[in-house]
């Protein structure tokens, strides 16, 4: 690992998100009721499909970033509620296009959507809520926050095409991952922690220092997600592991086992992830290449390096609940892969 | 048909679009090359799938509504051409999107892109055109336009949802049926015909006559593309008829052939689009049994009702070319029947 972890602060992380949701208490009740609300609709199927999906219990992290970057930048007005509820719309929607694309039979530990309402009411309904997070968002009459959202809904589309064409190709680089997960996952990380200062009407720096914070936090949570699919650190087999190796999914742990490899270990991931021949015993055999390779090890030490920018991006802002808080995220985010 | 047309008319309608191009040549060329400006990317496959819809000769409807309202209500900014590429983007994410939904072959006259590209490439492209659409059009600033457009998106998605429900369901009313146009064809234009009085700071009875204008021309265009779907007004067979019919759609032609019909009739209905049990031949008594019960005519009829309406309420605009030509537009749509 790279790195090391004092015993205080570890005692410290087992809180975990409960000192920032402590903090945030009131406004993410309001977040919560605005999601409710805003996903009725006389067409039953929407809050049925959508609620399936946001109460299924999602960590709701990056409304959390919306609210706990206001609470820092000392915001007192009503608009980072609209602005949390429509970033996790667009989460969601996010979400049920993917799953009508990764073709993945469970999601956030529910059986997917897609399964049980077809792929057509996903990408409808995925619509409805986009739609409806910017309609809520425009309420706000923010625009340099509009301005920041709807570049990220750009962008994170432009990394999840960048994602389909790498799919199943073993050759894909290092940079070429890390430009994907950058799009796909970090910049609404990014996005959700910007609008704090700019509704606070901060200065540049403040601007540029969250969201520096929300885009490295973003890169660290999806290398843990990535090691966490095979298993983790120890690379054992546990709950939901395999599912990215099963669709073919080039994450960074097959990067380097595939670099780091012989010419039979490059054949076994050709034939796994790039023709779909996945044999019994496979998914054991691909955790032990990991585990030879240190694959998961450098994943997780590379997202440890990501969440080390993240906290350092918060040191020009002075010491609150609010930044404790955003900084337990961090631990938060690296560390659920132990 | 419900409404005679005097020779004169007649004569001036030969013209179609023809006025309204002239008039906004300047402004669409702009808009054109703006379309062209924003699909790029680093991304081959967005230019590729976009310009494959977007070139392939839509008649940009939308996009010159927004511009002649634009220019009837003395607009002089520069607004109008990123509000006519953006509303384009989003019909055109809607076909994307439409394509996997209704599994179609055709698009346009071409081949649709998810048989070329696949369906996870349209899911994907049509959310950048959407993300795409909001930053171009956040990037006017103007807000109330903003709240019209996000607005327009949300009842889209959920107009085709309803549709979606609907679909295969020959007890499908006359209003559930209007519903469900007004929701995914009508709200676009009527949210493009809006947005001309609201930049050019027009009265709300401007605002809301624009608009009666763009939804009631809206209405008349699904109702005359429905028609068409079946022969158009004879009920004859020509080419791409028959598109509806084989997926099961129903729409105004079939609501009234199958309420008007007997039970052998009804049953006809159900084997071929509630089954989708279609034979050889089927096409043939489906556009006679329409023929007998003079669907496609009232259709037709119900069209031009709706494009009076269209035309009436632009009255209380002045006389101006811009009038002239928006007044075409209305003969354009409906009279592209005949």
Redo the contacts between chains.
Sequence with gaps: MGIAIPLEDRKQKATGLDTLLELIRPDLDRVNQLILTRTG?D?T??PEVANHLISAGGKRLRPMLVLATAGMCGYRGDGHIKFAAGIEFMHT?TLL?DD??DESEMRRGKIAARLLWG???C???G??L???A??MM??T?A?RC??VV?????????G???Q??AAKDTKTTMDAYMAVIRSKTAELFAAAAEIGPILGGRCQADEAACRSYGMNLGMAFQLIDDALDYGGSSAQLGKNVGDDFREGKITLPVVLAFRRGDEQEREFWRRTLERGDIRGGDIEIACATMRKHKALEETIERAGQYGAIARDALCIFPASPWKAALLDVVDFCVERVY
């Design positions: 609709s067409v199927t929407i929607a296009h009508v694309v792929n057509e009411t990408v409808l309904v619509d409805f986009l739609g409806n910017f309609k425009v309420e009459g625009l509009l301005e709807s570049t990220a809904a750009a962008v994170i589309a432009e999840e095409i960048l389909l064409n």
